[in-house]
């Protein structure tokens, strides 16, 4: 395949930047290079962060139980700080594994 260079801008390092106009080659290959997650266009970037992270291990707070409609208790909600935000997660009670009690 061809590399048709489209890319409007690429960061080399931290302090080199190239920045090429619509349709200019730039000539990258063999550079290393840094981006955002949300900026890859494929495969889809939640589909990579899963590759990526999905065997890491998260920690919070069980703040409540949940059920699917079938019976209580089944899923529990934790309370996780991700990069200042506390966000809950929804996570079948036999995936957790206790640390301790609070």
């Known amino acids: 395949m061809r590399d048709r260079g489209l890319a409007r801008f690429v960061r080399i390092s931290k302090s080199q930047q190239i920045i090429a106009n619509p349709g200019q080659l730039i000539h990258v290959r063999n550079c290393l290079v840094e981006f955002r997650i949300n900026d890859i266009s494929f495969p889809p970037p939640d589909v990579v962060l899963c590759e990526l992270h999905g065997n890491d291990c998260l920690w919070g707070l069980v703040v409540d139980l949940s059920d699917n409609g079938e019976r209580e208790g089944k899923f529990v909600v934790v309370e996780v700080n991700v990069k200042g935000a506390i966000r809950q ?5 036999e995936r957790v594994r206790e640390l301790e009690r609070v």
């Open 89 to 93: 997660l929804v996570v079948p009670l």
